[in-house]
C-alpha cells in the first residue's frame, strides 16, 4: 500500500452547537450525506458561483469538522470562514502545521485494507484511498505518484487545475462525485451553480487528456482547428487533466479534427464516475 506525504496542506477545524448547520448552509457539499471515517471534496463558492476555496471535509468528532484545504490559500479562507460565522456558536481554528500523508491499494483486487484515517470518495472504493492526520505514517512513495493517481482518476485539486475564481463546481464534475449538494438547499452561490444545473449551461468540463507522446508542460493550451479548447493542469507523462470546452471538443470530434496539446495529439476521455459523454457540438448528460 503506497503512503505519500501531501505538503503544502493546513486545516480549518470547526467544532461547537452550531458548527454543523453553518457549514450546511455555507459550503456546497451536503453534509447529511458525510459519514463517520471519509472525507468528501467540497468548496466555499463567491455570490457569483465561482470556486473560492476547495477542500476535502471530514468530521472529527462529536460536532467536528476539518476541512483539509492547500496551505497558501488557509489563511484567507479562515478570514472568509470567520465573516459567516456571525453569532453562531461555533469555533474555528487554522492548523496550519497539518502533516497529511494519503494511502492507496497498489492494484483494484482490494486484498489489502486499511481501517485507519478518512476514506476519499473522491476515488473507486476498490482502491481504497485513505488520508490520514499526523506524522505517525512513514511516507515510501513520492509526490509524483500521488499526482499520477489523480489524472488517471479525474480528480482535479485548485492551484494545479485551475485557479481560485476561475472554475465553477460543475467545471471540476462536483456535480458528478458529490462535492455540490443539488438537493440540499441554499448554499453561497446556489442560485448560479442550481440555475447552470438545470439549464444545462454547463460547457466546461474536466477531462483526462492522453498524449501519443509525452505531455507538455501544465499550462499548455489545447486546441482544436485553431480553436481553443482549454489549458492542461496536472501532467503525469502522457496523461492529464484538463478544463475543456466540451461543445467545441464535440464538434471537432464530430468532424475528425486532431485536438492538439501544443504540437502533441491527444485523445480526450471522461472520467469513468462522470454520467456524461463527449458528442458531436457538446456533451451529453447520460445519468
Not at 488520508?131 to 482518476?153: F, M, S, T
Not at 460547457?203 to 508542460?217: D, H, S, W
Request: charged share 20%; proline share 5%; with cysteine.
Amino acid at each position: 500500500m503506497p503512503t505519500v506525504q501531501i505538503d503544502d496542506r493546513a486545516a480549518l477545524l470547526l467544532s461547537g452547537p452550531d458548527a454543523e448547520s453553518l457549514l450546511q448552509n455555507v459550503i456546497t457539499p451536503d453534509l447529511s450525506a458525510l459519514g463517520e471515517g471519509e472525507a468528501r471534496p467540497g468548496a466555499l463558492l463567491s455570490p457569483q458561483g465561482k470556486i473560492l476555496f476547495d477542500f476535502l471535509l471530514m468530521r472529527t468528532g462529536e460536532g467536528g469538522f476539518r476541512l483539509d484545504c492547500r496551505a497558501g490559500e488557509a489563511r484567507d479562507f479562515h478570514k472568509r470562514m470567520m465573516l459567516y460565522r456571525l453569532r453562531a456558536k461555533v469555533d474555528i481554528s487554522l492548523e496550519e502545521q497539518c502533516v497529511v500523508h494519503a494511502s492507496w491499494q497498489s492494484d483494484s483486487s482490494g486484498s489489502q485494507t486499511d481501517s485507519s484515517g478518512f476514506a476519499d470518495r473522491r476515488f473507486p472504493a476498490a482502491l481504497d484511498v485513505r488520508r490520514h492526520y499526523g506524522a505517525a505514517l512513514r511516507a515510501d512513495a513520492e509526490v509524483r505518484q500521488w499526482h499520477c493517481l489523480r489524472v488517471e482518476h479525474g480528480v482535479a485539486e485548485s492551484g494545479d487545475d485551475y485557479a481560485p475564481g476561475d472554475a465553477f463546481p460543475h467545471d471540476i464534475l462536483f456535480d458528478q462525485n458529490g462535492g455540490v449538494g443539488l438537493r440540499k438547499g441554499c448554499f453561497v452561490g446556489q442560485e448560479v451553480v442550481s440555475r447552470m444545473h438545470h439549464r444545462g449551461t454547463a460547457r466546461r468540463r474536466l477531462l483526462i487528456v492522453r498524449g501519443e507522446a509525452a505531455l507538455p508542460a501544465s499550462g499548455t493550451p489545447l486546441s482544436a482547428g485553431g480553436r481553443p479548447l482549454g489549458t492542461l493542469g496536472t501532467v503525469c507523462g502522457t496523461a492529464g487533466l484538463a478544463i475543456v470546452r466540451v461543445d467545441r471538443a464535440g464538434e471537432a470530434l464530430a468532424a475528425g479534427e486532431p485536438v492538439l496539446a501544443g504540437t502533441v495529439p491527444v485523445m480526450l476521455s471522461v472520467p469513468a464516475y462522470a454520467g456524461f459523454t463527449l458528442q458531436g457540438g457538446g456533451a451529453a448528460e447520460t445519468a
